[in-house]
């Protein structure tokens, strides 16, 4: 859960989580294993933030990687700036670096990327819609693009569904492995 620390022009927030797995975009980045991840953020009234997300990683490598060479952590660099344009319709953009200290840089694991994201609140439903470009992706796989599409509800008792699906697409997504760009949706 978030705990907000101090309350002025400034506000810090934090949360620590244990998850049984760690997946983004489909993909698992601790290989269907236990993470443990923190984040700290420091937002001002303007709507301008800063935030830093941490994880531990066990990424698929196999025996293609030295294991001295490996990510055991990555950390999410976030500099960005929300706000409302009313009441119902709120946007948020940033710039984020994915860092993975200690991994050999010839393996081309990090990456920056840029994100929009536009939610709506409907009455009783909260739509969302978010677009990230990396102009490197992921193992130098060149330009990405990946879209996503949310919906979702909470009750007057704190419990909440959604949903999303997304789209992922990289210019060379051999060099990640995959078949081909792919979709992928969630439900919590």
């Keep these: 859960p978030n705990s907000v620390i101090a309350e002025g022009p400034l506000k810090y927030s934090g949360h620590l989580l244990l998850t049984s797995d760690y997946i983004s975009r489909g993909l698992t980045y601790t290989n269907n ?30 025996d293609t990687v030295n294991p001295k060479d490996r990510a055991n952590l990555v950390f999410f660099l976030y500099a960005g700036y929300g706000g409302q344009f009313n009441p119902q319709l709120s946007y948020d953009v940033n710039v984020l670096r994915y860092w993975f200290p200690g991994a050999d840089k010839e393996l081309n694991y990090e990456l920056t990327e840029f994100n929009a994201t536009l939610n709506y609140h409907l009455q009783i439903v909260d739509l969302g819609l978010n677009y990230a470009f990396s102009p490197d992706f992921f193992l130098a ?10 919906v979702g509800h909470t009750w007057p008792i704190g419990v909440g569904l959604s949903g999303y699906v997304g789209r992922q697409t990289a210019e060379e997504y051999q060099k ?3 078949a081909g760009n792919y979709n992928d949706y969630g439900v919590s």
């Excluded at 330009?143 to 949310?150: A, C, D, I, N, P």
């Design 33 to 62: 294993q236990p993470a443990t991840q923190g984040s700290f953020q420091i937002t001002h009234e303007s709507g301008v933030y800063g935030k830093i997300l941490g994880t531990n990683i066990n990424l698929l490598e196999g």
């Design 141 to 150: 796989s060149g330009k990405s693009h990946y879209v996503t599409f949310s």
């Design 176 to 178: 990640m492995g995959w």
